[in-house]
């Protein structure tokens, strides 16, 4: 079989039907994960969320990664829940007007919008914060859980991470001369280490080995690169409608992206590729990797 | 003796004579921590600290609370340097245009006129992340100080204290009628809760018993009130040389202090109570707290 035909097999989600190997009814499970996700933050936060809710894709791949190793150490939904607030206190803080100065994100306006500068910038530090109150809290009963939690959300969510891929993201924007190596590295830390923390931090929950975190860290790098890649390609390609955010931001800044390194058909594969290798590294683990590996698929050939 | 006499003679130092009663030299062993707490920062922060020292209080007293009790569990100083980088990182976003827009901090210029509000933003986040991985790495061979450290430091940094008593200040700054008690609040929440975590921390640190921690955290209290108080008599009454900030901009803002509520004079005294309150509570603990009521008197009484 060529790649060619292998990579589609795989988008399509054919190379294991899901009418005939796969136990479960993927959309309507990842459905009931969100459903379980928005429950948790109600419960966890100090009030309602005030910000659109997206696609929940970070904890929905906590709970899922948790699920591959049968959740056997502790219920991942606080973890769920702490990913998604420092995810979301990225977004508010990249927004401000002295970073990305978006107006609008996941189809309503951005919290500096919405309020103002100031409140926009303490509910993003409290967001960060309070994941790291939600860990020490909900797993207090586990105090070995609890450290490597902190210690993998904290590395993924560092200056040398998260912070660092902004930074560098920054950068080129103002125009420092970017290469193909700088934008591989902003996509690896500003996208992919978050999308890594939560598989490593489910897989934590799921009572997984250190070796088995290790694939799972592997397979989130693919992953977070294949959801990256495709979110170049969206933005070149979908409206505002379909984004929900601001479309053709990119190209109008003259962003460096995937796209405008190797055009829209290359990226798409190269987002293919990475998300094949992500569901490669989950399907050599001991659980039933379908719905993870039909997340993977999804992400990396996602239209919205 | 009258109030006013023991007050006098608490902050003078004078109740148990340097010379007679107590065995170590306390401005130089405050200035041997100083040192130490600096070593650890080079140790364990990325890059060395651009921004100018201080007086390195809130790590001081961390070290002061772990030696009360022996320093029995394990090295308080990565902790002493994780309060040091929370309380930084809430510098650098207060300084910032959206909220005190402020030009000049500890006599230098303030991150975001050294450098520029994005890299102040982002040096701000990562100072806050940074501190909770400092706590993960440094104590992960005893998990449970790893979970109360984390517990602690989240809850003291978290949108019920720092961040409501910043949101709080914000809003009485705009203009919001604010009483004696909201002013109360603020001081609470902005300054004393990292007083108050600096102490317990040091006292996990140290090995302290749950209760030994609460007299701490009370303690703390009142020695963070006495600071707060402090700073703002200085405000009125230092010039911007001796400050190290620009002087007089509490009044200038009409910026509710206590010295605006209750005068100077009467202000002094309510922070030399506070002082007192805090150095009462340590002298109830069964180890030698000659030094951390040294501390407390030169807060309670401080010029700079």
């Known amino acids: 079989m060529g790649g060619a035909a292998a990579l589609g097999e795989f988008v399509l989600g054919r190379r294991k039907p899901l009418s005939l190997n796969l136990p479960m009814d993927y959309p309507a499970e990842r459905l009931r994960m969100v459903a379980a996700v928005e429950a948790a933050m109600d419960r966890l936060l100090p009030r309602p969320a005030e910000e659109a809710g997206g696609k929940r894709l970070r904890p929905v791949l906590v709970v899922a990664a948790a699920q591959l190793f049968g959740a056997r150490r502790a219920d991942p939904l606080p973890a769920a829940v702490a990913v998604e607030c420092v995810h979301t206190y990225s977004l508010v803080h990249d927004d401000l007007p002295c970073m990305d100065n978006d107006d609008l994100r996941r189809g309503r306006p951005t919290a500096h ?9 303490l509910a993003g530090d409290a967001l960060l914060t309070h994941a790291f109150a939600i860990l020490a809290q909900s797993y207090a009963h586990d105090a070995g859980l609890v450290a490597g939690l902190v210690a993998d959300l904290a ?6 991470r998260l912070i660092g891929g902004q930074m560098e993201d920054l950068l080129a924007e103002r125009g420092r001369r970017a290469t193909a190596a700088d934008l591989a590295y902003i996509h690896l830390n500003k ?9 490593t931090l489910g897989a934590r929950c799921g009572g997984a080995a250190e070796a088995e975190i290790g694939v799972l860290r592997g397979a989130g790098r693919d992953l977070g ?38 055009g829209v058909d290359r990226a798409r594969q190269i987002a293919r590729q990475h998300g094949e290798a992500a569901a490669a590294a989950l399907r050599s683990l001991p659980g039933d990797p379908g719905l993870l590996v039909w997340l993977a698929a999804g992400i990396a050939g996602r239209t919205h």
Not at 155 to 160: K, L, Q, V
Not at 227 to 235: G, K, P
Not at 238 to 247: I, P
């Open 113 to 121: 919008r919405a309020f103002d500068e100031a409140t926009a910038l």
């Open 155 to 160: 590395d993924a969510a560092g200056s040398r």
């Open 191 to 199: 996208t992919a280490a978050m999308i890594e923390v939560a598989l």
């Open 225 to 262: 690169l294949a959801f990256q890649i495709s979110d170049d390609v969206l933005d070149a390609t979908a409206d505002t409608q379909t984004l929900g955010k601001t479309a053709g931001k990119d190209a109008k800044a003259g962003k460096l992206t995937y796209v405008s390194f190797h």
